[in-house]
């Protein structure tokens, strides 16, 4: 059964490390897997009051959420935790109160810097998020530094050590999500 992955990507920068690094993973990936990037730029940041008639971006968003049955973080880090825009999306996609699109919905995430820990302040600020929203998260562990020496001009992957732990994590990810969706209706 083919399993529909929602993609985030929590820095939106042109030429993102972590884009890349998503890119890397989805062609490491066993079949199966339906990868789709979801994205999170054009976000009117979140406010109660635009609920009563919510921007089309928030619809759209909450619409391709609702259609994943899994959901792929790749983050940078910024200041030891997740990038404000990343944090705005779980925000719109969570509300309004007791309608969140992530609920159940099974997790992994792969954070990734230029420094030496990969990102692993915003991987943990943001896995105290998805236990709240109620995401059981892949417990693996998974941090990517120096990743601005990982690509060619091209944005390839070009080592092929984190190309085989990409392969293995989207391994991983991959019998989670079949140990831990919920049941698709019939």
Do not use: C
Not at 157 to 162: F, I, K, P, S, V
């Amino acid at each position: 059964m083919n399993r529909k992955i929602a993609v985030i990507v929590g820095s939106l920068r042109k030429d993102s490390f972590n884009r890349k690094l998503a890119k890397a993973l989805i062609a490491a990936a066993p079949a199966g897997l339906d990868f789709s990037f979801v994205e999170i730029g054009d976000l009117p940041f979140f406010n109660q009051d635009l609920e009563a008639a919510p921007p089309a971006s928030w619809t759209r968003f909450r619409n391709e959420l609702k259609a994943a049955d899994a959901v792929l973080f790749v983050t940078a880090e910024y200041n030891r935790s997740v990038p404000g825009v990343l944090k705005n999306a779980i925000d719109v996609g969570s509300r309004p109160y007791g309608q969140s699109v992530f609920n159940g919905k099974p997790a992994a995430v792969l954070s990734s810097s230029m420094g030496a820990i990969g990102g692993f302040g915003a991987n943990h600020h943001l896995r105290q998020s998805l236990a709240f929203l109620n995401m059981p998260t892949l417990p693996n562990e998974a941090y990517i530094g120096a990743a601005h020496t990982l690509f060619d001009d091209a944005g390839a992957l070009t080592n092929d050590g984190t190309r085989q732990f990409l392969g293995q994590f989207a391994t991983a990810f991959a019998a989670w999500i079949e140990a831990n969706a919920p049941a698709r209706a019939a």
